[in-house]
């Protein structure tokens, strides 16, 4: 079993910055890509970015030049910076990650955080 655990959401201003965090526990032998999603009411869960194990990373169109994704292999943690944030971001951001465990490979959701981007 995989745990993910995230922090950092919140209520911020239009033009403002969120730092998301993401760590990863459990019985993980590795993981190999990590990303955050978000899903806004009424809509379907959206790739926001992700990297994989080498530091390869992918952007949605819509965040590209403001988010930043990275990642701490050794920490089993990846993060999201969030910059010059618009209140279309507001949404559930959650975390994946693809690992290795004792029962086979899948992917692992955490339990979402929620951004509000509101003057």
């Known amino acids: 079993q995989v745990q993910l655990v995230e922090s950092g959401g919140g209520l911020v201003q239009p033009g403002g910055s969120l730092r998301l965090s993401c760590a990863a526990s459990?019985?993980?032998?590795?993981?190999?890509?990590m990303g955050w999603y978000r899903q806004a009411p009424g809509k379907q869960r959206e790739l926001v970015a992700g990297?994989?194990?080498?530091?390869?990373?992918n952007y949605a169109d819509s965040v590209k030049g403001r988010f930043t994704i990275s990642r701490t292999n050794a920490k089993n943690t990846v993060y999201l910076q969030m910059d010059s944030l618009k209140p279309e971001d507001t949404a559930v951001y959650y975390c994946k990650a693809d690992a290795r465990t004792a029962i086979g490979v899948g992917p692992w959701w955490g339990q979402g955080t929620q951004v509000t981007v509101s003057s």
């Open positions: 990297i994989n194990s080498g530091g390869s990373t």
């Open positions: 459990g019985s993980i032998f590795s993981i190999y890509t």
